[in-house]
């Protein structure tokens, strides 16, 4: 394991070194006096919102915090997150636990110890997930990260890993060694281990057809009562500019090297096509050669993206300049003087981001931030390339009419009574025929057929019940087409007894357990300790999440109390 790795990066820690302690008297010596830069405010009339050793309110601390926790996303499962909702909850995790770090002067790892730690790393995995030296090599050789789309140097990637292992040593301290009772051992071995025995009758609930007439005063009554379930929400209406990537790859010029490169860092985005014939022997040279164009299209491709991506966000820095507050004579002569063009996109839901931008959820967060004070986003990426939004309107979420959403509305409650009837008439008269008949003493069998017998009766409406056994199974192995909701209620049941309706997969089901065999609950068991190993990690993380929850909480209130005149 150490033999390469240690070889590698040992002989270039020292320059990754330098080049962090660099950026780092560099940022002391810029940060000294600088003055506000340009952004949507001036930072100096900005209320902090102190988190640890940060400043949520500043942009460079914001960025700094999202970006490493990207990074090291990216680093460990080789996974780009670019929503900021998303990776929010990890990024504030990660800050508690390096703060708590420095608290507890946990040092960083040696040489020997991150080079093994580097080996566990997704984005030097291969399709195997196993590390692979030659991800690793054109890294170290290219100095920046392949597949990243944000810079990433060397120095950024080591910094990263550093901070990274120091935040796994706190959060092993925080989970503990993960201490489980005996109790919850012998309830988790119960419901593993337990023999089941069943005969299970099924009725389907698609072919139940109870007659429904409702009135106009039972419709408006179910609509007054869930006024929530119709309410139009918010949408906003935008326009926007759009830079497509397309238009940028002529730009783009690769050497060979940079395709080769780019294909040994992601072989598995390029399979090999089907072939009428067999190819030559495979090798790594004939693979590339076969697949060389859409290579070259895709690193191409790549780049032009960043360039649309540099493009926009120069556009977004020039209205800024400008000044440009909203559909003005300036806007249309700034438009015309940078040869761009405006689309508008129809009003849109928060949770329904347009289509003609890729569905993107990251457009939708930022069109709901525009308003009269904040005209233009920055540039967003989308699967084209990138694009900036200019606010038109935002439209309040209001209550339809009954009239406008009647059929809907109508609808919506013949299935809700529709669903009460199979569960509460129907489901409790099949049950208590079958109660009556078993505890007379007939088997399951013949009570289904006695009920089927009178399905012809209301409120049965015609539903027959189909009967299916199942042989003794564990939930360790239970039967494949056993469905879960009867899974999930085994616990409850006993020998002899048949179930109320379990209504799961769109079926009405009535269990009766034939049999059932506990396991031993003893220590002797060696499931027993199989159980404990199993469980204690699942506490650790438990107590690790609360504890980080209590820590990020506490120190948040700091916020809100410098926010409180």
């Not at 100095?143 to 990263?160: E, I, K, M, Y």
């Not at 694009?387 to 809907?408: G, N």
């Not at 489901?427 to 109660?435: E, S």
């Amino acid at each position: 394991m150490i033999s390469w790795i240690q070889r590698n990066f040992q002989r270039h820690f020292r320059a990754i070194f330098v080049l962090i302690l660099g950026g780092t008297i560099l940022s002391f010596i810029f940060t000294i006096g600088a003055t506000p830069g340009i952004g949507r405010g001036d930072s100096s009339r900005t209320r902090p919102q102190p988190f640890f050793s940060y400043n949520l309110a500043s942009p460079d601390d914001r960025n700094h915090i999202f970006g490493d926790a990207k990074l090291s996303v990216y680093l460990r499962y080789h996974v780009p997150v670019n929503d900021v909702a998303r990776l929010e909850p990890y990024a504030f995790e990660r800050t508690a636990s390096l703060a708590l770090a420095d608290q507890l002067h946990i040092p960083a790892p040696s040489e020997d110890i991150l080079a093994g730690y580097i080996k566990t790393m997704g984005a030097f995995a291969n399709a195997n997930g196993e590390f692979d030296p030659t991800l690793y090599n054109s890294f170290r050789e290219t100095q920046a990260l392949s597949g990243f789309d944000s810079p990433a140097t060397a120095a950024d990637v080591s910094r990263v890993l550093i901070d990274d292992w120091r935040a796994e040593q706190v959060r092993k301290l925080l989970g503990g060694p993960g201490y489980v009772l005996p109790g919850d051992i012998k309830i988790q071995l119960a419901r593993n281990d337990t023999q089941w025995t069943l005969a299970v009758a099924s009725a389907d609930y698609t072919k139940y057809a109870p007659t429904l007439a409702p009135n106009l005063a039972e419709i408006t009554k179910f609509f007054d009562a869930n006024p929530a379930h119709y309410q139009v929400p918010d949408h906003v209406s935008v326009d926007y500019i759009a830079f497509l990537a397309a238009d940028f790859v002529p730009q783009v010029n690769v050497t060979d090297a940079e395709v080769r490169g780019y294909y040994d860092a992601n072989p598995a985005r390029f399979p090999q096509p089907a072939a009428s014939k067999p190819l030559a022997k495979p090798t790594p040279d004939i693979d590339f050669a076969v697949v060389r164009p859409q290579v070259e299209a895709a690193l191409k491709l790549e780049r032009a993206q960043n360039l649309a991506a540099q493009a926009a966000s120069d556009i977004a820095l020039a209205l800024y300049n400008e000044k440009i507050d909203g559909v003005t004579p300036q806007l249309d002569a700034f438009l015309a003087e940078h040869h761009l063009a405006i689309k508008s996109l129809a009003p849109f839901a928060a949770d329904a981001p347009p289509a003609e931008l890729g569905g993107s959820p990251e457009v939708a967060t930022e069109a709901f931030r525009l308003g009269k004070d904040h005209f233009f986003s920055d540039a967003i990426a989308t699967p084209a390339g990138s694009v900036i939004l200019l606010w038109k309107e935002t439209i309040p979420a209001y209550t339809p009419l009954l009239s406008e959403v009647q059929t809907k509305v109508t609808a919506d409650y013949n299935e809700d009574l529709k669903h009460k009837l199979f569960i509460d008439e129907l489901g409790k008269t099949i049950h208590d025929r079958l109660a009556t008949r078993l505890k007379a003493g007939e088997t399951f069998d013949k009570a289904v057929a006695a009920a089927n017998v009178i399905a012809t009766l209301t409120p049965t409406a015609g539903v027959q019940l189909e009967v299916k056994t199942f042989p003794p199974f564990t939930q360790r192995q239970p039967p494949k087409d056993l469905a879960k909701g009867i899974r999930d209620s085994l616990d409850h049941l006993e020998t002899g007894n048949v179930s109320d309706l379990i209504f799961s997969d769109n079926k009405g089901w009535f269990v009766y357990v034939v049999a059932k065999k506990g396991p031993d609950l003893t220590e002797a068991n060696p499931q027993f300790a199989s159980v404990r190993d199993k469980l204690a990690p699942m506490v650790a993380n438990a107590t690790l999440d609360v504890s980080l929850r209590e820590i990020i909480t506490k120190e948040q209130k700091k916020s809100a109390s410098a926010d409180t005149p």
